[in-house]
T-cell receptor, first 115, second 113 residues
Framework: AQKITQTQPGMFVQEKEAVTLDCTYD???????LFWYKQPSSGEMIFLIY??????QNATEGRYSLNFQKARKSANLVISASQLGDSAMYFC????????????FGKGTKLTVNP | EAQVTQNPRYLITVTGKKLTVTCSQN?????MSWYRQDPGLGLRQIYY???????DKGDVPEGYKVSRKEKRNFPLILESPSPNQTSLYFC????????????FGQGTRLTVV
């Protein structure tokens, strides 16, 4: 069975600093995808970044980058130059056997950006 | 605008009174799913559908039904709601090919008293 573990229930960061949110995963599938979603206090789920298991390079999207270490089964999210609007819940998720119709989510990390 | 629309956004109901949460997407996606979100548990998949008339159970299907009569719609039905189904519900859709992002609806906050 697939499993996502986010070990940081809460994280704090100063505005303009970088922060890393941890995510480890477990799967026996050779092909899978890894996702990060942001959930602000308003409740919607906002897609941030995606990494495929066969992708050679780490994914980047603006201030977001995914530090993918396949041997360690980790997919940490790095947010550079944090902004107050980054304060939110962040969820790591994994797709099963390719295709995001079935996502397994971690329990989330609540990030607070301090001014 | 590409979107997934859920209704209602908020619902308070009583135990045992049947209810339906609607979900509609305008992106012609083949795949649609329902998730529930509970504090400290993240999101867990209830049901998913890979195409019209094709549905399957997710991780927490007990107490729920779904149908997929049209490609764009995927309603979630609670035949006899119970207080333990109080939760935040999300509908999501994604296209069939490749690992791509799932588009989520705005969420439905359900309270069963």
């Amino acid at each position: 069975a697939q499993k996502i573990t986010q070990t940081q229930p809460g994280m704090f960061v100063q505005e303009k600093e970088a922060v890393t949110l941890d995510c480890t995963y477990d799967t026996s599938d050779p092909s899978y995808g890894l996702f990060w979603y942001k959930q602000p206090s308003s409740g919607e789920m906002i897609f941030l970044i995606y990494q495929g298991s066969y992708d050679q390079q780490n994914a980047t999207e603006g201030r977001y980058s995914l530090n993918f270490q396949k041997a360690r089964k980790s997919a940490n999210l790095v947010i550079s130059a944090s902004q107050l609007g980054d304060s939110a819940m962040y969820f790591c998720a994994m797709s099963r056997q390719g295709g995001s119709e079935k996502l397994v989510f971690g329990k989330g990390t609540k990030l607070t950006v301090n001014p | 605008e590409a979107q997934v629309t859920q209704n209602p956004r908020y619902l308070i109901t009583v135990t045992g009174k049947k209810l339906t949460v609607t979900c509609s997407q305008n992106m012609n996606h083949e795949y649609m799913s329902w998730y529930r979100q509970d504090p400290g548990l993240g999101l867990r998949q209830i049901y998913y559908s890979m195409n019209v008339e094709v549905t399957d159970k997710g991780d927490v299907p007990e107490g729920y039904k779904v149908s997929r009569k049209e490609k764009r719609n995927f309603p979630l039905i609670l035949e006899s709601p119970s207080p333990n189904q109080t939760s935040l519900y999300f509908c999501a859709s994604t296209r069939r090919l490749g690992n791509t992002e799932a588009f989520f609806g705005q969420g439905t906050r359900l309270t069963v008293v």
